[in-house]
């Protein structure tokens, strides 16, 4: 499906100022370029203005769109032209349509990494799945008797489509790193090729060539203990998992990934503040993956044109969240305390991650982006008997501005 509609958006870029039809060729004049032939183009390659409204182009829309025209830009940021019926511009969107993307990290539909999946297949990249090995045969189960098909479904009704799952472990980076004892370990017998290095040289082979680049794992196995009783090899394996784990994919991948590229992860406020309870290493770990980000951004930047940002997100009651014990809990402090007051949903660090993938956030990297209702922001958390005889800013009853 996603290979199909890329397929019609290829076109209609390729057509842009140059003849998509002979009978109506795109006249450039002085930098100018007509628009009408290249709609008319789109539509007839089933590119509608509904369902997919975007034409993709290196050409920036001048100010004078009512007129369908579109000035040669010098700059090397994509800009994409959203006509709406009287041709005028009707906004920016996120069009990934001819990106493919990995996702390190989806073991069910209750994680991030599903959650930005579905948005970045949304926005109509195609899918790969990184699976850890031992979670492998139940998450492929489990989707194929459907119990995800609920979950599958996509804003414009489709179902994402997974194009390929491939088995991971990304606390090995080559075959030579794997003990005799995991290697014989039945909840790894019958995968093959999931060390880090492997599983880039498959998708090589399968697909040649990646876009999006997202990390969505974490494992702390001294995740409940106290930083103080968290021993050496607890920490290590924390950080192992958690943060080296990123420079490892990063490493193997980069290799495949188109310049232009995007790489993700995801982070939490405990790198950065005091969260009793997210222990063993892990805040750590999380401290080491910001850090990571910043040198790998100038690293991958400089020499690949590859971009690299993480995610720091909110609360959320994943199975690895469920795991530590306390989540709910978490989850409740964030309401009482965050400036927004509202559950905060998978998708909408599905919808951050898409965002940053996209040619909209060209000049990001090297940022930690907060997608958590603002919780970072706080100083002090205003549930407190402490603040009770204080004034808090409370919702107000408004009539919508006019
Ligand atoms: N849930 C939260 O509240 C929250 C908040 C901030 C950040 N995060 C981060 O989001 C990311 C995704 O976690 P989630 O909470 O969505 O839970 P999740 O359970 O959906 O994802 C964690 C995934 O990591 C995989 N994994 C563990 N060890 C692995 C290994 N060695 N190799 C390959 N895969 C491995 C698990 O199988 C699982 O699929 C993690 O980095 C987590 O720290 C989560």
Redesign the pocket.
């Known amino acids: 499906m996603a290979a199909a509609t890329a397929s019609g958006l290829q076109l209609a870029r390729a057509a842009l100022c140059s003849s998509p039809s002979a009978s109506a060729p795109i006249t450039v004049r002085s930098g100018v370029c007509n628009l009408a032939p290249i709609i008319s183009f789109a539509s007839s390659r089933g590119i509608h203005r509904q369902s997919s409204p975007f034409l993709h182009s290196t050409l920036q829309l001048s100010r004078t769109i009512k007129t369908e025209t579109v000035k040669l830009s010098r700059g090397p940021t994509e800009i994409r032209a959203v006509a709406n019926d009287n041709g005028a511009p009707s906004g920016l969107s996120i069009d990934l349509r001819g990106k493919r993307a990995f996702i390190?990290?989806?073991?069910?539909d209750?994680?991030?990494?599903?959650a930005i999946a579905k948005s970045l297949a949304a926005a109509g990249a195609e899918i790969l799945v990184?699976?850890?090995v031992p979670?492998l045969n139940i998450f492929e189960t489990s989707l194929k008797r459907g119990k995800f098909d609920e979950s599958r479904v996509l804003p414009n009704g489709s179902m994402m489509e997974i194009s390929k799952i491939y088995p991971?472990?990304?606390?090995y980076d080559t075959l030579e790193d794997v003990p005799e004892d995991v290697k014989t370990n039945k909840r790894y017998a019958g995968a093959s090729n999931w060390t880090v290095q492997e599983v880039a040289e498959s998708v090589k082979q399968d697909f040649g060539s990646i876009d999006i680049l997202v990390h969505?794992?974490?494992?702390g196995p001294e995740v409940g203990k106290p930083l103080l009783e968290t021993s050496r090899k607890g920490y290590l394996a924390a950080v192992s998992?958690?943060s080296y784990?990123f420079v490892s994919l990063l490493k193997h991948f980069i290799p495949i990934m188109n310049p232009g590229g995007s790489t993700i992860?995801?982070?939490?406020i405990a790198s950065e503040r005091i969260i009793p309870g997210y222990g063993g290493g892990m805040s750590s770990a999380k401290a080491a993956l910001e850090s990571d980000t910043r040198v790998l951004a100038f690293e991958a930047g400089r020499r690949y044109n590859i971009r690299v940002n993480t995610i720091s997100?909110?609360?959320?009651r994943?199975?690895?969240?469920r795991a530590i014990g306390f989540?709910d809990t978490i989850i409740e402090y964030s309401m009482a305390n965050a400036p927004l007051q509202k559950d905060l949903l998978a998708d909408e660090i599905g919808n951050a991650a898409a965002f940053l993938a996209s040619p909209l956030a060209s000049a990001i990297t090297g940022t930690v982006a907060y997608v958590d209702n603002g919780l970072h922001a706080m100083g002090v958390g205003v549930d407190s008997p402490a603040f009770s005889e204080l004034a808090m800013p409370q919702a107000e009853k408004r009539k919508t501005p006019a």
């Open positions: 390190a990290g989806i073991a069910d209750n994680g991030y990494g599903w990184g699976t850890w979670a991971l472990d990304a606390i969505s794992l974490a494992n998992a958690s784990s992860s995801l982070t939490y997100a909110g609360p959320l994943s199975r690895a969240a989540i």
